[in-house]
Nanobody
């Protein structure tokens, strides 16, 4: 079982920045991947950014060049730095952790945090 505790989020104006943090209850070096997803009413949940155990990253196209995901293994924490925010980034953001069990992957979710970008 992996518990995820998030911090960050809130209200920001267009062009502003926010940083989300997600701290895991276990060593993140043992996790296959961690990431951030977001969800808006009427839309499917979307993978925003992900970082794997070997620090490979991937981003959804709409945030490339603006968002950066990083990890601090010593603190068991993953960060999502969000710059140049736009109204379309408004959503509830969820931290996600994945454990690899060879034939299947388990997903764990933190509580959502609201990010609102006002114009």
């Amino acid at each position: 079982q992996v518990q995820l505790v998030k911090s960050g989020g809130g209200l920001v104006q267009v062009g502003g920045s926010l940083r989300l943090s997600c701290t895991a209850s276990i060593s993140i070096a043992s996790l296959y991947a961690m990431g951030w997803w977001r969800h808006n009413v009427g839309k499917p949940r979307e993978l925003v950014a992900q970082i794997t155990v070997d620090s490979s990253t991937n981003y959804t196209d709409s945030v490339k060049g603006r968002f950066t995901i990083s990890r601090d293994n010593a603190l068991n924490t993953v960060y999502l730095q969000m710059n140049s925010l736009i109204p379309e980034d408004t959503a509830v953001y969820y931290c996600n952790a994945q454990t690899d069990h060879s034939s299947y992957i388990l997903h764990y979710w933190g509580q959502g945090t609201q990010v609102t970008v006002s114009s």
